[in-house]
């Protein structure tokens, strides 16, 4: 089962808000791929699907850093589509794990591209404000600031929509007869362990100790619950 053309046009909806989020309006977090494909799945009505998808996402998401002009892989679009996709095409569940693999690739892939949008975004929005007149009026200060707004919106919305084909296309096409089934809960954790190891040089060696104290600790409490 794909989404239906209704649950695609919210899909690319969802897309355009969280592009937005990433840098141009709020800043909610909403973009972080975990929330994002969350969203993706629950617009085709199955959010735990999404949100499976999502957990996998945002833990080789953990070590980005989107700070100031620096150049990084956006996960809000991508994550919308393939977290929709996913969970559309689990009813009924077929090669989950296979179908899981195709989709994180596809978002990664998606990523980057969504990442050499935003660069290229910020070039015309540079050229785009230009040099401000003399007596420049409100009305034309709102327009220059509008209209990147809404040029962010549509990437966001068009990135969704290719995520969105691409991934039908695939699905559609590959045989997964021939692919070892693993349980997805399995593939999560072992993302999860994966995207935390990425990222711990993030802490710096010298917090290092704190941070398998807080592991430690997060274990134990685990474990007497």
Do not use: C
Request: net charge positive; charged share 10%; no cysteine.
């Amino acid at each position: 089962m794909i989404p239906t053309a209704a649950q695609t046009a919210v899909l690319a909806l969802l897309g355009g808000l969280v592009a937005l989020d990433g840098t141009s309006v709020g800043q909610f977090m909403v973009s972080r791929p975990f929330v994002a494909a969350a969203l993706g799945g629950l617009a085709v009505g199955r959010p735990m699907l999404g949100i499976q998808a999502g957990i996998v996402l945002e833990a080789l998401h953990l070590a980005v850093l989107p700070v100031g002009a620096a150049k990084y892989p956006e996960g809000g679009p991508a994550s919308v589509a393939v977290g929709g996709v996913f969970a559309a095409s689990q009813s009924p569940p077929v090669a989950a794990s296979a179908t899981l693999l195709v989709a994180v690739l596809v978002a990664l892939a998606l990523e980057w591209v969504g990442g050499y949008s935003v660069e290229r975004m910020r070039q015309f929005n540079v050229r785009f404000a230009g040099s401000p007149p003399e007596g420049v009026t409100p009305r034309e200060v709102a327009r220059r600031h509008l209209t990147p707004v809404a040029v962010d919106f549509a990437r966001g919305a068009v990135l969704t929509l290719v995520g969105v084909g691409v991934l039908d296309l695939l699905l559609g096409t590959i045989d997964f007869s021939g692919f070892p089934e693993i349980a997805v809960g399995t593939v999560v954790r072992l993302a999860v362990v994966a995207g935390v190891a990425s990222a711990l040089r993030l802490f710096g060696r010298g917090n290092y100790p704190f941070f398998l104290a807080g592991a430690a600790a997060g274990a134990a409490v685990a474990w007497l619950r």
